[in-house]
Structures are given as C-alpha cells and as structure tokens.
C-alpha cells in the first residue's frame, strides 16, 4: 500500500534513505526537509574545493531539480523542521515567514551533527571559521580569496583540522595546527600519531601540542593560549568536534542513549517505531564490543540508509554495528584506522596486546617503494583482532581495507599469515606486509 515518508535532512544519510526507499517502492510519496538551500553534497569534499584541489563547486552539489527527477522525491529545502506531534503523526515545517503541517506514516531523521565550538572570547570575529556546511565552505573560501591570508591557525588534530592544514598549505598559507592533547590524530594510536606529526613538521606546518585556545583578541587576529602564550594568525579554523543535532528528538520525547545522541534498534527504530532516525544523529553499537558509539562517518549513514529501506520494505536486515573504519590524506601520507585503539580498549577495561610493523609498500627493488606502518591490537589469549591502524605512503588503503575485513570476519592474527593476497613487485611482496604482521603477532600470543 502506498505510504507518506517524510524526511528531515537531505544530505548523506537523508537523500541516501530517499533513494534507497524509491528503489524498492515505485508508489509511496517521499518528501524531504532540509533546512539549507542544498541536499546530497559532498560535505567530505568541501576541504578540496578550499584548497582547489576540487576546481567547481557545482562539482560538490547535486541540483534538487536533478534528485528529484531521478528519485521521484519531493524536495523541500530552506524547509526547518521544528517539531513532532506524535499523536497526530505529523511534523511542523518553518519555510520563510511561514509555518505549516505535514502527516506522516513513517517519519525518517536524518538532522547530522553540529560543529562544537569552544565558548572563549572573540570566537565570532569574521576571521574565525568552523566547516560544516556548504555556507561554512563558502565563507571560508571567500574570505581567502578576498583576503590572502598569509597564517592561517587551525584548532583540532583530528579530521577536519588536518585536512584542512593540507588544503589551507596547498594556497601558500603558513598553518599552525593546535591541540590540547599531547598528540595530533588521537583516532590512531601515539606511536603512529608521531609519524604524522614528524610529516606535519618535515611540510613546514607548526605544531603545537598540549596546549588549548583561551580566548581571542585583536579583531581575532591573536591567539590566546592556555600556557599563556600568544599567536597572530590571519584565519583561524576550529576543527574541535561535534555533537548531534537531537534538539527535534528531544522535543518528541524520543529516547537518547548513553553517547547523547538518539537511541535506535538494530532497524533504525527510534523508540516510536514509526520514527526512524539515522547518521551522524544517531547512536549505535560498536561492531566488536556491542557497546554504544556514536559516529559521525559516511559509511554508517549509507548502510544504515539501506537497512532502513529495506525494513520499511518489510525486510529484516539488521545493522549489525559500527567499527568507525576512517581513511585520512595528510599532505603525502595517508592515514588509515578502523576498529579500537589502545585508549579505547583501556577505558572498556579489555587487556590486549599490539605490536607494530615497519614496512614497504612493494618489493624495494621496484621503484617507488614506499615507508608503511601498521599496528594491530588483539585480544591477549585468543588473538581476536580488535583495531588497527595503517600509516603510509603508499598501499595504505589496501591494507586497511584487508585488516577491516579480517575485523568483520572475526580472524584472529593467527589468521593474517593464511590471507593469500596477491602479488607482483609493483603492489606487495610475496608476503605481504600484513602477513608479516600477523606472523609477528601470533608469536606474542
Ligand atoms: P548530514 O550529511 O550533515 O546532513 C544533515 C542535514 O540535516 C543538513 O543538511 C542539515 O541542514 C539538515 N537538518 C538538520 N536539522 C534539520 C531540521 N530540523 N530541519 C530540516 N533540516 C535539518 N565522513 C567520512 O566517512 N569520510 C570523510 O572523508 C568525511 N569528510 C568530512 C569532511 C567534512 C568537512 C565534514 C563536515 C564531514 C565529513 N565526513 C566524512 C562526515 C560525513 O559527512 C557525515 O558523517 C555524514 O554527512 C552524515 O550524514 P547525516 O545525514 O547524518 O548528516
């Protein structure tokens, strides 16, 4: 029977829900709501248009007319949506000066996360930036048109923060990147984060560790620090977190979890079951240790997309858990992570063993042979594997990718010397650097 869909946000989880219901269902009516001027961009590649890596932005967007032609969806932008009223399966919806109505039959969030920016003074000063939105892209990417902005300060070591070191560095901008913690990437572990740091230092970009911003002066141009010391920079970016947007699933009385943000059944049921919400708002299962996790990657988004589609198509495809697999460009190096850390492992009171490998890409003799790091962290009695990291500068993904599926699969290390993974001296060697890895591992075991 054809149904009403309403969804509130139309980016990568929302429009990736619309499409994925669309394919199975040719009949119901699909809305979508977003409170932007734009639906499915690419936020992941806003850092490349800035640093014109990614010459058009039209490149990023993908036209509403275009969505809605495809999908056959009907596309509300400039739209908030401001309310649930459960009882009456309806939302409210904010549309200029006007406010309106729409039932539902099912209702699908999918409000992503905002930036978190530290309360200090003089953070709303017009050289001061986080990245978010496509408008957030915009500003920044006028202002250093506008401006030629010769310092550029960037507050976070993780993401966001590192890449846009690289892209603000590819305009001829001197960075200096800050975090409080006593290391940059704490996605990965220190010894890892330390080659990262030393490729940061070897691009000429300043590093500045343990110690937090305090405060703005200067029309934003100094930098207050927690030692006390000062900076000038011409532009500052705060990459220092998210939090989800949860206010409407609040405001419905709809269930948080531990992490804060929305609680889900393995369908992506809100506790209303005909409220489902998804991505970065949402809080999950860790794939290994089943505990709650919130994050905020694109992956998830998509699949849980999926396994939403299909249950509203009377399906019953769970959503099984989420490892947090990330990849990251640091200038030359790429850098890879999926599964837990040791700080994580610490903090759920699990014992474990790691080990480190140093390695090459390929055969050495083949030109381009490339410096590879990687880290696994397993269970200290059974050889389960628990996380891994993957540094480098070539062949990084691959291994990645390799060592996420063996986490999926639940292998242990005593698996990885088994994988028969291809090779010819352009790619590996006859044993692979993850074979190696596995080897080295299985003997701690
Ligand atoms: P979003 O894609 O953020 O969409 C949420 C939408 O909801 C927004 O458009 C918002 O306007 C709208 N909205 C919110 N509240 C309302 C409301 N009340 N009414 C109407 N509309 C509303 N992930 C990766 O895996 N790899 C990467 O390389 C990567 N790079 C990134 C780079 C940047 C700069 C950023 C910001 C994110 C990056 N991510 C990356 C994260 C990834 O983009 C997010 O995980 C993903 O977009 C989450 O999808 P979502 O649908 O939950 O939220």
């Known amino acids: 029977?054809?149904?009403?869909?309403?969804?509130?946000?139309?980016?990568?989880?929302?429009?990736?829900?619309?499409?994925?219901?669309?394919?199975?269902?040719?009949?119901?009516?699909?809305?979508?709501?977003?409170?932007?001027?734009?639906?499915?961009?690419?936020?992941?590649?806003?850092?490349?248009?800035?640093?014109?890596?990614?010459?058009?932005?039209?490149?990023?967007?993908?036209?509403?007319?275009?969505?809605?032609?495809?999908?056959?969806?009907?596309?509300?932008?400039?739209?908030?949506?401001?309310?649930?009223?459960?009882?009456?399966?309806?939302?409210?919806?904010?549309?200029?000066?006007?406010?309106?109505?729409?039932?539902?039959?099912?209702?699908?969030?999918?409000?992503?996360?905002?930036?978190?920016?530290?309360?200090?003074?003089?953070?709303?000063?017009?050289?001061?930036?986080?990245?978010?939105?496509?408008?957030?892209?915009?500003?920044?990417?006028?202002?250093?048109?506008?401006?030629?902005?010769?310092?550029?300060?960037?507050?976070?070591?993780?993401?966001?923060?590192?890449?846009?070191?690289?892209?603000?560095?590819?305009?001829?901008?001197?960075?200096?990147?800050?975090?409080?913690?006593?290391?940059?990437?704490?996605?990965?572990?220190?010894?890892?984060?330390?080659?990262?740091?030393?490729?940061?230092?070897?691009?000429?970009?300043?590093?500045?560790?343990?110690?937090?911003?305090?405060?703005?002066?200067?029309?934003?141009?100094?930098?207050?620090?927690?030692?006390?010391?000062?900076?000038?920079?011409?532009?500052?970016?705060?990459?220092?977190?998210?939090?989800?947007?949860?206010?409407?699933?609040?405001?419905a009385s709809l269930k948080l979890g531990n992490t804060g943000a929305i609680s889900v059944n393995e369908y992506m049921q809100t506790t209303d079951p005909d409220i489902y919400a998804l991505g970065d708002a949402v809080e999950t299962k860790d794939l290994i240790t089943q505990t709650p996790t919130h994050t905020a990657l694109a992956w998830p988004a998509h699949r849980q997309a999926f396994v939403i589609a299909s249950h509203l198509n009377g399906g019953n495809i769970p959503y099984k858990g989420t490892l947090g697999s990330a990849v990251l460009k640091v200038f030359d190096l790429t850098v890879g992570a999926t599964g837990h850390n040791s700080a994580s492992l610490k903090k759920l009171g699990y014992t474990f063993k790691e080990t480190t490998l140093r390695s090459y890409s390929h055969a050495g003799y083949y030109p381009g042979s490339e410096k590879l790091w990687l880290k696994v962290l397993f269970d200290d009695k059974t050889g389960t594997l628990y996380g891994a990291h993957v540094v480098g500068f070539d062949g990084v993904d691959k291994r990645l990718a390799i060592l996420t599926t063996a986490i999926t699969a639940k292998l242990t290390v005593a698996d990885l010397p088994e994988l028969e993974l291809a090779y010819a001296p352009p790619y590996s060697s006859p044993k692979d650097p993850v074979n190696i890895l596995g080897y080295k591992a299985s003997s701690m075991l």
């Open 1 to 251: 029977m054809a149904q009403k869909f309403l969804i509130v946000g139309g980016v990568a989880g929302g429009a990736t829900v619309a499409a994925q219901i669309r394919r199975n269902d040719k009949e119901s009516k699909i809305i979508m709501f977003d409170k932007g001027d734009h639906i499915s961009f690419s936020n992941c590649g806003m850092p490349y248009y800035i640093g014109e890596v990614v010459e058009s932005r039209d490149d990023l967007l993908i036209p509403s007319a275009t969505f809605s032609k495809k999908y056959d969806v009907t596309i509300r932008t400039g739209s908030e949506v401001t309310g649930i009223d459960r009882q009456n399966k309806q939302i409210r919806v904010k549309h200029a000066s006007d406010t309106y109505n729409e039932t539902y039959d099912k209702l699908i969030l999918s409000p992503g996360a905002s930036a978190v920016v530290p309360n200090v003074t003089g953070k709303d000063k017009a050289c001061i930036f986080s990245l978010h939105t496509i408008p957030d892209m915009d500003d920044i990417h006028s202002y250093t048109k506008a401006n030629q902005p010769k310092t550029a300060a960037i507050i976070g070591a993780g993401f966001i923060g590192l890449e846009m070191v690289e892209n603000l560095h590819a305009l001829g901008i001197e960075c200096t990147i800050i975090d409080r913690s006593d290391q940059v990437m704490k996605l990965v572990d220190k010894n890892m984060a330390a080659i990262i740091k030393d490729h940061l230092i070897e691009k000429g970009v300043k590093v500045i560790l343990e110690d937090g911003l305090t405060g703005y002066s200067n029309e934003g141009k100094t930098i207050q620090l927690n030692s006390g010391n000062k900076m000038q920079a011409d532009m500052t970016i705060m990459a220092t977190g998210i939090k989800p947007n949860t206010k409407l699933a609040t405001s």
